[in-house]
Each structure stands twice: as C-alpha cells, then as structure tokens.
C-alpha cells in the first residue's frame, strides 16, 4: 500500500513543475552512478582475469622452496611419496638463478630458469611463445628461451640469429672471486625462441632445460631450486598442502600461487575498493537530489497527508510512505543504470568497441566479465544510500502536524 501511494505520488502532476524536474534528475544522477559503478566493477573483473589468467601460465599451483638458502634437496623416495599423494596432478623440477646473457657488446642481468620436461604440465609458457619455437635442448647442447624484453636488450632475433650468445653463471665452487671471471661459469647458447606474456617476465626470465642448469651451477643429483606442483582442482587444496608438508616436514615452505604473488592480488582488490568508495561518494551527492526532491514534495501534498491523518494514519505511515518514494526513485534510476551498463558491457564483450591506447598490452581492448555479485552489491548500496537520504524529509513529513482548512 504504502510502495502504492509512492508510486502515485511520483507519477501524478505536479503544481510545481520543479518537483518532476527535480525528481527525473535524482534519478538520472543514480542511474549514471549505477552504470558507471557496474562498468568500473567489470572492467577491474576482466582485467583481473587476464592477470590471473597469465600469472597460472607462469606460476604453478603450488611451489615448494626452502625456508632458508636457495636450495632444497629432494629424494628420489620423496619425489615418489609426492607423486603417490591423492591430488597431485604433476610435478616439475627447476634450477633458477640470476646469470649475466651476453651477445657482443650487449649484455644483460637475467633469471636463468632451468625445467624439467614435466614443467609444460605445469604452466603454459609455451602456448606465449611469439617468434621460434619452446625448445630447451640438452645438458650437452642446451638452447634458451627468452623473454621479448631480454630479446630486444640484448639485440638478438631468434628468427635470424645464426651465432650463439654466451650464458654467464655463477661458479659456485668459487665464491670467493665472485666479482671477477674466475667466480663465474660461461657457456655459450643458442636463443631458439622468444616468449611474451608480461612485462614482468618478459624483461627477466630466459628458460632452458634442467640437466645444463644444473651442471652450470654445480648442484647435486638430488638438489634443486624449486619443485612446482599441479593440483587438482576439485579437490581440497588446504588438505593435499597438509599432505605434502607431513612428507617434507618444516624445512621447505609451500606456497600458493595467491602466496606466491599475494602483494599483487591484494593490490588489484584494494584498486577496486578504493573506486567503489570514490564512486559511493558519488552517488552520496546524486542523492541530494532525493532529498530536495521529497522536501519539495512533502510540501506539495500536506493536505494528502491531513486527509490520511484524518483517516487514521500514523506519523509512521506518512513516514514509510515518504520513505517508499526515495526507494522508489533510487530503484528507478538503479534500474535504468544496470539496464545501461548491461548493455555497454554486453557489446563490449561481443564487439569490442572501446580500444587502449597505446598498443603495448596484450590486448587491444578493455576486457570486461559481468559478475552477479558486482549487481547484488552496486543494489544494496543504492538503497542504503536511498534510504539514508530520505530519512530526513520523510520523518519531517510523518512528524508535522498539519490540518484541512475549511
């Protein structure tokens, strides 16, 4: 009854055409804050999909690294146990570390990644590759695959290099001429292949495989940098970790690929966030609107209100009636502005009509994923804000006491 006479009220003349200007413009204002709001949140879920997308082709599901030091030894006893666990898809063996990558006068600081011939289980670096071919050859004659931005530091192109490149690591054996070329190992390589999946890794990482890494850096049979697991997913990932660290025991930490990057998984959430709360101001001042609108309005019907007090209406009633009319306009406009953003995210999904600039991304165009809980969220939040914002004119509105004059 009450959602009725709001109804009536919002739709009815008005002696004073202001009240429906106003009224149209606190709806308009919500329903450009919605649209807005609910593209911003499928923008940030799009671009968030993408980065998560491309860090699971890099990163493992789960990483297992000594807790201190930058090796870990494992057995051949272990590697069986791990394998035997319920939930362990695949596993792969690493070596990693920091080398100098030298051709001719360029030369470049980079990560030397070497990786077993399970790690294509793991990740998808290959499916990245943008010139040659993932090929990491063998501990006798290794080749590397390296990053675009390493690519270009170092002046090569794996398409047409016909000369090798030379691999600097370090000798462990003599740490103590670490600055000099005695405290180094070189071999020299062939770049067969160049991958492009992010700045971060572009400009860092070069692969090849695991026997010539480790041979470079004189590791033991059984020891290694890291070891990555690929879990299944359908299963409780908290309890095979569990699992794997009864096995290992407290010297090795585990880690997540949310672990593994939690720094910018949190920062993306935090990103979102702050715009949500920018936006709610945003909306807090579109909501003015509604206040001035049901002042004026309240104004315009006190003899509707003295014919229901008169009837026996409460303060209360005349109250919730006034309420339902702020809701009213707030989910008029909420619902203009979904049915707006609905529809630009739609087309921006299907068509890709609005391009980045720059033409440095991996795409040319704002991803965008619709989410349920993005609308649940921007819904609650209009009506929190609506109600807030008719509080004021609609307990005015149940409290003055007003009369029929004759």
Same mark, same amino acid.
């Given at each position: 009854?009450?959602?009725?006479? &709001?109804?009536? $009220?919002?739709?009815?003349?008005? #002696?004073?055409?202001?009240?429906? @200007? ?7 204002? @919500? &329903? ?67 080398? =100098? ?73 003599? *740490?103590?001429?670490?600055? #000099? ?14 991958? /492009? ?10 692969? #090849? ?6 041979? /470079? ?27 794997? %660290? ?8 585990? %880690?997540?690929? $949310? ?8 920062? /993306? ?20 609107? +509604? ?5 004026? *309005? ?22 919730? +009636?006034?309420?339902?009319?702020? =809701? ?12 707006? &953003?609905? *529809?630009?995210?739609?087309?921006? @999904? ?33 009506? =929190? ?8 004119? #609609? ?12």
């Amino acid at each position: 009854m009450k959602l009725l006479f &709001a109804w009536r $009220y919002f739709k009815s003349e008005k #002696s004073v055409n202001a009240i429906n @200007i106003i009224s149209w413009i606190s709806v308009l204002a @919500i &329903a450009v804050v919605v649209a807005a709001l609910i593209i911003i949140f499928s923008v940030f879920n799009g671009f968030e999909e993408l980065v998560k997308g491309l860090y699971a082709d890099f990163y493992a599901d789960l990483e297992i690294k000594p807790t201190q030091g930058k090796i870990i030894t494992l057995t051949s006893q272990q590697l069986l146990q791990l394998k035997g666990i319920r939930g362990v898809n695949a596993i792969s063996l690493t070596a990693e570390e920091k080398a =100098v990558l030298v051709n001719g006068d360029y030369q470049s600081i980079v990560t030397v990644k070497g990786v077993d011939s399970n790690q294509s289980s793991i990740n998808n670096i290959g499916k990245h590759i943008i010139r040659g071919k993932y090929m990491l050859g063998t501990t006798e004659k290794p080749s590397l695959v390296v990053g675009a931005g390493i690519e270009n530091a170092i002046g090569i192109d794996v398409d047409k290099s016909i000369y090798p490149i030379v691999l600097y690591l370090p000798n462990r054996s003599e *740490l103590q001429h670490l600055g #000099s070329i005695e405290g180094m190992n070189s071999f020299s390589v062939n770049p067969v292949g160049t991958f /492009m999946v992010q700045e971060e890794f572009d400009n860092k990482y070069v692969f #090849s495989n695991l026997g010539f890494v480790k041979y /470079m850096l004189d590791m033991k049979p059984d020891e290694y940098s890291t070891c990555e697991i690929k879990l299944d997913s359908t299963l409780n990932e908290k309890r095979i970790i569990e699992n794997i %660290q009864e096995i290992l025991g407290i010297n090795y930490l585990l %880690q997540t690929r $949310y672990q593994q990057n939690q720094s910018l998984y949190t920062a /993306m959430q935090v990103e979102k966030w702050v715009i949500y709360g920018v936006t709610c101001l945003i909306l807090m001042v579109a909501a003015f609107n +509604i206040i001035g609108a049901l002042t004026m *309005l309240v104004l315009e019907k006190q003899k509707d209100i003295s014919v229901l007090k008169a009837m026996g209406a409460t303060n209360g009633t005349i109250q919730q +009636i006034f309420l339902a009319e702020g =809701v009213l306009l707030s989910l008029i406009g909420g619902s203009i502005g979904v049915t707006l &953003a609905t *529809l630009i995210c739609v087309l921006q @999904i299907k068509f890709h009509l609005i391009a980045l600039s720059g033409g440095t991304f991996l795409i040319d165009y704002y991803p965008v994923k619709i989410l349920l809980s993005d609308y649940v969220i921007v819904f609650i939040t209009v009506l =929190v804000i609506a109600v807030l914002a008719a509080w004021i004119p #609609s307990r005015q509105a149940g409290r003055e006491e007003l009369a029929l004059k004759s």
